[in-house]
T-cell receptor, first 113, second 122 residues
Framework: DIVMTQSPDSLAVSLGERAAINCKSSVSVLYSPNNRNYLAWYQQKPGQPPKLLIYWASTRQSGVPDRFSGSGSGTDFTLTISSLQPEDVAVYYC?????????FGQGTKLEIK | QVQLQESGPGLVKPSETLSLTCSVSGGSISSGRYSWSWIRQPAGQGLEWIGFVYTNGNTRYNPSLKSRVTISLDTSKNQFSLELTSVTATDTAVYYCARGFGDGANFFFDSWGQGTLVTVSS
């Protein structure tokens, strides 16, 4: 299985400040023929299902605020929130969809400082 | 806007079969662009992908669960289903159904049901 490791496990950031969550895969999720990274990011709030934020490592899902951005390639990826808002408090997961089984990171809990 | 809704028993006895259905509205489950997945999450833990069914009925399962899992489509009802046999307490989790979108062979999950808690206990 492709192991996805997120860091940190938890993060506290002041409102309006930048938050960055890292995700590392045990093997590359970059598919050279199409130059796509098979990496997605989700946001999960308590009692709710995960919500897709980013796919192909850097493509923002429709309706997701532009303060959310994804970057990285190969094995190292980052989800960045440029200016933290109160509604961004949640657990964030990365997911690889390059190999079977699809696997998720362990989650990063984001809180307000 | 597609919507997904899980249904099924909230309590299953050990060694029995867990059966859940996902009803899809706002879009046809027969659309060739998507796959249809089950994903679970034990309380306070992370997410585990169980498997998916394509619109043509072909399936792909997580190897760790493959011997116990069946996912099937019912296009007449616009539903898909999960069966997990020989359950134990470790199968206790919130079960989500989700729509997969991607490149036709590999998928991320762009729509999710609200989830249903299944507890395995006698």
């Amino acid at each position: 299985d492709i192991v996805m490791t997120q860091s940190p496990d938890s993060l506290a950031v002041s409102l309006g400040e930048r938050a960055a969550i890292n995700c590392k895969s045990s093997v590359s999720v970059l598919y050279s023929p199409n130059n796509r990274n098979y990496l997605a990011w989700y946001q999960q709030k308590p009692g709710q299902p995960p919500k897709l934020l980013i796919y192909w490592a850097s493509t923002r899902q429709s309706g997701v605020p532009d303060r959310f951005s994804g970057s990285g390639s190969g094995t190292d990826f980052t989800l960045t929130i440029s200016s933290l808002q109160p509604e961004d408090v949640a657990v964030y997961y990365c997911q690889q969809y390059a190999g079977n089984p699809y696997t998720f990171g362990q989650g990063t809990k984001l809180e307000i400082k | 806007q597609v919507q997904l809704q899980e249904s099924g028993p909230g309590l299953v006895k050990p060694s029995e079969t867990l059966s859940l259905t996902c009803s899809v509205s706002g879009g046809s489950i027969s659309s060739g662009r998507y796959s249809w997945s089950w994903i679970r999450q034990p309380a306070g833990q992370g997410l585990e992908w169980i498997g998916f069914v394509y619109t043509n009925g072909n399936t792909r399962y997580n190897p760790s669960l493959k011997s116990r899992v069946t996912i099937s489509l019912d296009t007449s009802k616009n539903q898909f289903s999960l069966e997990l046999t020989s359950v134990t307490a470790t199968d206790t989790a919130v079960y989500y159904c989700a729509r997969g979108f991607g490149d036709g062979a590999n998928f991320f999950f762009d729509s999710w049901g609200q989830g249903t808690l299944v507890t395995v206990s006698s």
